[in-house]
């Protein structure tokens, strides 16, 4: 079990990164070579891994995700309250603590769950393939 859970962290989470990432950090002036091929390379082995495994998905494991999200944004304001330094530009809340807190709970009350339906739906498609492949 623990290994199922962890196994759908590191994916969907692996997914969330990747997309937020060419939603909100990608500037094709800014961006150098290094980090774009390393969010494309990290999410096509993502789902290429995903597709893979046969680990299903349930329902339910969204609330490991979103819980880990939400730690890991909850690490970001007591880093920032540490220290001063900003992880990501789009996460600054000395600038707009408003925006911050709104991207971070877009993210995870949506972006999160939004992502781990997509994966279960794909996790019950792969499930239906496998049954219909193994009748041929």
């Known amino acids: 079990m623990l290994h199922w859970a962890f196994y759908v962290l590191g994916i969907e989470l692996t997914m969330v990164g990747c997309i937020v990432?060419?939603?909100?950090?990608y500037d094709q002036h800014e961006?150098?070579?290094?980090?774009?091929?390393?969010?494309?390379i990290c999410g096509i082995f993502a789902l290429l891994d995903f597709w893979i495994c046969g680990i299903p998905v349930n329902v339910y494991h969204v609330l490991y995700t979103m819980f880990s999200g939400a730690t890991y944004f909850v690490f970001t304001?007591?880093?920032?309250?540490?220290?001063?330094?900003?992880i990501y530009?789009?996460?600054?809340?000395?600038?707009?603590?408003?925006?911050?807190?709104?991207?971070?709970?877009?993210?995870?009350?949506?972006?999160?769950?939004?992502?781990?339906?997509?994966?279960?739906?794909?996790?019950?498609?792969?499930?239906?393939?496998?049954?219909?492949?193994?009748?041929?």
């Not at 150098?32 to 494309?40: A, K, M, N, R």
């Not at 304001?77 to 900003?86: D, F, L, R, S, V």
């Not at 809340?93 to 972006?111: E, F, P, T």
Request: overall charge negative.
């Open 21 to 25: 990432y060419w939603i909100l950090a």
């Open 77 to 86: 304001g007591i880093y920032y309250a540490t220290n001063k330094e900003i």
């Open 89 to 136: 530009y789009y996460i600054d809340y000395d600038v707009n603590i408003g925006i911050a807190v709104g991207i971070i709970m877009a993210v995870v009350l949506i972006g999160i769950p939004l992502n781990h339906f997509l994966f279960y739906l794909q996790s019950k498609l792969k499930i239906l393939l496998a049954f219909n492949l193994s009748r041929c």
């Open 31 to 40: 961006s150098d070579e290094v980090s774009v091929h390393t969010h494309i």
